[in-house]
């Protein structure tokens, strides 16, 4: 099984401030996914095949990496971007999640 | 509108089973794969269990692999999970999601249902 490790756990960021989650991989990973999920909702997908944007994501939002090496920025950090965001493997047979980075406005 | 609706969560106790049901609609259900994904309360995400669009192939996560059956009925849009010899460690909110018909994306999300297991 992939294990994804994401880092930071938790972070704290102020309007307009530049944000990036990392997520390493244990063995190498052709894409990474991100789902954005908010307290009491449902997770909702944000970013697919390292850096396309799903429906709907502002363009401050970007995905980059490759191997076992991924991202997610954020720039010019927004109060509705408040949330956690899990990273996510596509590799049958055993789909993973990394455990999340919970991000919150200063 | 697409809409994935859950049900059939509860208490139940450890050892006893439960199946899950997801609604859907808004789509045609026969043409996409389907997957659950659960959330243990605080805890983060984890997939479950996927089936293709016509139920010949089903994939599970190792520590559900033989208690836990997926399966669908495309005459009536709905997606099951069978969940055996519960433990403890079942315990989340379940997800039924479906996967984008062209890139790996779990597109759309119910709004979850949640299992407890206790005695």
């Known amino acids: 099984e992939i294990v994804l490790t994401q880092s930071p756990t938790t972070m704290t960021a102020s309007p307009g401030e530049k944000v990036t989650i990392t997520c390493r991989a244990s063995?190498?990973?052709?894409?990474m996914h991100w789902y954005q999920q908010k307290p009491g909702a449902s997770p909702k997908p944000w970013i697919y095949?390292?850096?396309k944007l799903a429906s709907g994501v502002p363009d401050r939002f970007s995905g980059s990496g490759s191997g076992t090496s991924y991202s997610l920025t954020i720039n010019n950090m927004e109060a509705e971007d408040a949330a956690t965001y899990y990273c996510?493997?596509?590799?049958?047979?055993?789909?993973?999640f990394g455990s999340g980075t919970k991000l919150e406005i200063k | 509108e697409v809409q994935l609706v859950e049900s059939g969560g509860g208490l139940v106790q450890p050892g006893r089973s439960m199946k899950l049901s997801c609604a859907a609609s808004?789509?045609?259900?026969?043409?996409?794969?389907m997957a659950w994904v659960r959330q243990a309360p605080t805890k983060g995400l984890e997939w479950v269990a996927t089936?293709?669009?016509?139920?010949?192939?089903?994939y599970y996560r190792d520590s559900v692999k033989g208690r836990f059956t997926i399966s669908r009925d495309n005459a009536k849009s709905t997606l099951y999970l069978q969940m055996n010899s519960l433990r403890s460690e079942d315990t989340a909110t379940y997800y039924c999601?479906?996967?984008?018909?062209?890139?790996?994306?779990?597109?759309?999300w119910g709004q979850g249902v949640m299992v407890t297991v206790s005695s």
């Open positions: 999601t479906r996967e984008h018909y062209v890139y790996p994306l779990w597109d759309y």
């Open positions: 808004g789509f045609t259900f026969s043409n996409y794969g």
């Open positions: 089936i293709s669009y016509d139920g010949s192939s089903t």
């Open positions: 063995s190498s990973v052709s894409y």
């Open positions: 095949e390292t850096s």
């Open positions: 996510q493997q596509w590799n049958y047979p055993s789909l993973t």
